[in-house]
């Protein structure tokens, strides 16, 4: 079957997709013994992203399909880019995404065994050490219409490189000064294949081997070897990898491995409004423009979580999406209708006011307190009810009332009746304003025939959420909106090009609201604010000052400008 087909229609939930197409085919044929084994291999470099839980939905899903496994091999071969700390996140972003590896790997780990695959390479005349320097190699090297030229020391002996290998290992040269290349094709087609290099010399203290090595492994020679040692069967990897692959596999074939894992390239995923590039996103936390990695505006894992994103629309959002070859930039908004389908069903139901206006029932007495009964979940019996007290001091939201409202405006206006939520039918009697002619207060009477029944004889078609004076607690919202104002960020010119693409509104402070008393808030739990839209509770949240940052909104509000 070809890597390009389209693909086929999959079952209702999760649609099929050209992997998972190829992967049966590989079964049917016997390939691998009819095992899979899969791996996501992270550079322990930086934090994930919306664009690595594709790799890590793919890698993990396709394995456990088919009964596989799947390992996490920390693709460690850079001392000088790498920290315990991202291999930390890793572990936990992975994990909260609700994925088990099978092994833990580290590529630092086969640095012994990669030594010794070299030497081989090296007896069968397919290697040599090579003095010439980084830049010597890149001019040498051609270009797609010419020819490389070859390295003057590609003719060393066996034992001579050997002897130069070893002492690369000893710490006998400095960095730069020498690599051991692969003795290829100076004209071969693909670049890839123009005698690359397989090790350089670093010295450098590495974050698991410590001062063991001073020449580490190139990013061809140790991935490809990564995945033979481990047996794995099917390499995913992103489509920059395709020009790679015919060195994944002849390095294999020159080195008459016994397994043989297929590299099978997909496109990488970008969201719009956004970035998936570690070097930007570092960028926006260096230069302060969001507050960390965890920002709720960043597409980080963390970032993603700590805004409320439930880690089932993550996955939901890529099953849907499937992968195939051809890259694509995906609608930010598709990922917001996953968030939004999760959290509509599984997210309890509060009222929160965000610009709260005081509205008095002058005919219901100061001591008089009912409490009335509101489902948690309106369409979903089992989440349970809430109380909400019904009081003389109340307070609606400012957006609800209007005072020269039109025909259309079913809220609140001088004169008419607006029900409030699960309770009563109101009036607004009388608009109070303070010396600049803002409106500070609203005299209504309540109908108290209209808890639970309509009005006899009158049209009420407005509902409005509410909290009672008597019942409220202050909170902080955190109104997000996209980061980027621009639809592909990413494709920006320069970095201040890029840096001016960001969103002046992606954040909105509101300190004013009120919220329905919630009692033993834990970080995360998600709720819907309702007729406002769906919120989680920050870290930042005290025991007095909940803080909720917005996950999404109630409805697709991008789709209509
Ligand atoms: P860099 O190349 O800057 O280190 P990276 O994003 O490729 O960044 P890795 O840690 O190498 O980072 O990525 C781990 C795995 O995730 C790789 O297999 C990579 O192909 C995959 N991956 C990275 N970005 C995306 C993306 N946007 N969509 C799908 N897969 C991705
Ligand atoms: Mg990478």
Known sequence: MSDSKEPAAGTATTPTHFIRNRIKSDLDEGKHNGAVRTR??????????????????????????NGGTCNLRFDDTNPLKEEQQYINAIKEDIEWLGYSWSKECYTSSYFEDFWALAVKLIEKGLAYVCDLSADEVKQTRGTLKEPGKESPYRGRSVQENLQLFEAMRRGDFPDGSKTLRAKIDMASGNINLRDPALYRIRHASHHQTGDLWCVYPMYDWAHGLSDAVEDITHSLCTLEFQDHRPLYEWLLEALDHPNRPQQIEFARLNLSYTVTSKRKLRMLVEKEK????????????????????????????????????????????????????????????????????????????????????????????????????????????????????????????????????????????????????????????????????????????????????????????????????????????????????????????????????????????????????????????????????????????????
């Open 290 to 561: 969001v507050r960390g990695w965890d920002d709720p505006r960043m597409p980080t894992v963390r970032g993603l979580r700590r805004r409320g994103v439930p880690a089932a629309a993550l996955i939901a959002f890529c099953d849907r999406l499937g992968v195939s070859k051809k890259d694509t930039v995906i609608d930010y908004g598709i990922l917001e209708d996953e968030i939004r389908s999760h959290l509509n069903e599984h997210a309890s139901r509060r009222f929160c006011v965000e610009n709260p206006l005081r509205v008095t029932i002058t005919n219901w007495s100061e001591d008089e307190v009912q409490e009335i009964k509101a489902p948690l979940h309106p369409q979903d019996p089992s989440f349970g009810e809430r109380t909400l007290k019904m009081a003389r001091h109340l307070w609606i939201d400012a957006d609800d009332f209007m005072e020269d409202a039109p025909k259309k405006f079913f809220r609140l206006a001088p004169g008419r009746e607006v029900r409030l939520r699960y309770g009563y039918v109101i009036k607004c009697e009388e608009v109070v304003k303070d010396e600049t002619g803002k409106v500070v207060e609203l005299m209504c009477t309540c109908d108290k025939e209209t808890l639970g029944a309509k009005p006899e004889g009158r049209k009420v078609k407005g509902v409005i959420h509410w909290l009672a004076d008597c019942h409220k607690q202050k909170a902080q919202l955190r109104v997000y909106d996209r980061l980027f104002k621009q639809e592909n960020p990413a494709a920006a010119d320069s970095d201040e090009e890029f840096l001016a693409a960001l969103n002046p509104d992606s954040l909105v402070e509101n300190d004013q609201a009120f919220v329905e008393p919630l009692s033993g808030l834990g970080v995360g739990d998600a709720f819907q604010f309702e007729r406002i839209g769906y919120f989680a509770t920050d870290a930042d949240s005290t025991a007095d000052g909940p803080v909720f940052n917005r996950v999404v909104t109630l409805r697709d509000s991008w789709s209509q400008t």
């Open 40 to 65: 996501f291999p992270p550079q322990p470099n930086g934090f994930l992203h919306v664009g690595h839980v594709r790799s890590i939905w793919l890698n993990f899903s396709t394995a456990a399909e």
